[in-house]
């Protein structure tokens, strides 16, 4: 009897084993996070939103048929710096002390170290993140005599003063970066060199310039390792790289790839030219695409596919740069239905292309209609990592994670979103009110800022956008309740420092800015 009563614990004992470790099986892991983030491409140059598209872009349709379509999603800016700016902090660009317009190549750091950023949330949560691509918020280059650099010109003799075999300080490596590997500004701004952790992977040893229609960048220092056709083939195969390796650890990891493109230079490789039969543009854009089906395969192929979350967006409408004109003449409309283009407050230069696939948690082929801002991205990581967001991190961020259920309402998702162009103007939008705090584009389509024909227009503009997505009519006249309203909920977000629950902040603040960027008083 005592053996048999002994071989019953035994076995309970190891049944129990076997039953919490089938349980802890089965409980998911913290899923890996790649966000590909492209630079000036519109609503209208994936197929997948604009069906009359004459891209051909099968796999990042693919993507978005395995995923979820985020019909209505916006960057916080219609330009690069402050769109990074706001995907990396979870707050408003025009809350830092970058007011209006973009960063250069020799620019100083624009994120304080002490900030919580997107990555340091995950890297705090166990993740191993990395930074692959174009920076464009700044960080400070070692000098040859100490003192701080000044970007105010774009000759050669702009980056003299810095050394390049001393380390680089405030790089993406201190803003919660493992492993940080690219260049500093956009692909047209010196210097063109690749930074490493911290380090200059070569020493430039000449002077370049392009004056090219499409493949233009301006002069200044070059490394030798850095060929401007390669520079986005070499981050997507970099990317791939890292995420063959880490998909061999335990720990979850965080991608952050930062593409330079389909931004100028417009340089797609003499196996694209011609593809797409349309421009230059367009052949760059289909070798993206491209590369975009190899690292969903190679997500695959590492049997990480199924806890994956991947996100493919973009900065900013698409540019004038690229020759939307000529496209148009063809009948490729970048913006889609959309009015204005990159740098303007129209919705051609914020409303962005935005796909989210995660086939544990998200049904393929489900689109969303809320909507949404890349600022949300730092609250959505955070959630999903466990972590919760203290009062002054990610102020103007909402977790994506209940609209990633197809089949549940959300209600009140977020209260409203606040757009921002390359001058300083702001737009505000609730439901399907948005209220702009301009009298034209605030940006380089017609009528831009100054332009004599702004002179009998109205101070601001309303459009309602389930019926005029075009913005073509403006009812601020129609519904001055409504523009008093949005002008006191804009004001309530700039004074307290955020537009989500929570203590206020202070924002960073430049003597005598606020009025240039259209602070509103009440």
Known sequence: MKNTIQSLAIFCLLFSSFSCSEVAKEQPKQPNIIVILADDLGYGDIKAFNPESKIKTPHIDQLASEGMRFTDAHTPSAVCTPTRYGFMTGRYNWRSTLKSGVLTGNS????????????????????????????????????????????????????????????????????????????AGSLDMAPYVYVENGKVTAIPDTVTVNTGKYSWWREGPTSPDFDHEKVTPNFFERSIAYIQEQAKEEKPFFLYLALPSPHTPILPPAEWQGKSGLAPFGDFMMMIDDYVGKVNQAIKEAGIADNTLVIFTSDNGGSPAAGL??????????????????????????????????????????????????????????????????????????????????????????????????????????????????????????????????????????????????????????????????????????????????????????????????????
């Open 108 to 183: 100083t750091a624009l994120i304080p170290d002490n900030r919580t950023t997107i990555a340091s949330v995950l890297k705090g949560q166990g993740y191993h993140t990395a930074f692959i691509g174009k920076w464009h918020l700044g960080w400070n280059w070692a000098t040859v005599d100490g003192d701080s650099l000044t970007a105010d010109g774009w000759g050669p003799n702009d980056f003299e003063n810095i050394d390049f075999a001393k380390p680089v300080k405030h790089t993406p490596n201190d803003l919660g970066f493992d492993y940080a590997y690219g260049h």
């Open 325 to 522: 004109d000529v496209m148009q003449a063809a009948g490729h409309f970048s913006s889609y239905i959309y009015r204005g283009h990159k740098a303007d407050i129209f919705e051609g230069g914020h409303r962005v292309p935005f796909i989210a696939k995660w086939p544990a948690k998200i049904q393929a082929g489900t689109t969303r209609s809320e909507t949404i801002c890349l600022t949300d991205l730092m609250a959505t990581s955070a959630e999903i990592s466990g972590y919760e967001l203290k009062d002054n991190e990610g102020e103007d961020s909402y977790s994506l994670v209940s609209l990633f259920d197809a089949d549940k309402k959300a209600e009140q998702f977020r209260e409203a979103t606040v757009s921002h162009s390359i001058n300083g103007s702001f737009a505000i939008r609730q439901g399907d009110w948005k209220l702009i705090m301009a009298k034209g584009s605030g940006g380089w389509s017609f009528p831009k800022p100054n332009d004599p024909a702004e002179a009998e227009l109205p101070e601001v503009q309303l459009y309602n956008l389930a019926s005029d997505p075009g913005e073509t009519i403006n009812l601020q006249a129609e519904n001055p309740e409504k523009v008093a309203s949005l002008k006191t909920l804009l004001s309530k977000y700039i004074k307290e420092g955020r537009s989500t629950p929570g203590a206020p902040q202070a924002n960073d603040k430049i003597e005598g800015e606020w009025k240039q960027i259209g602070f509103v008083e009440e």
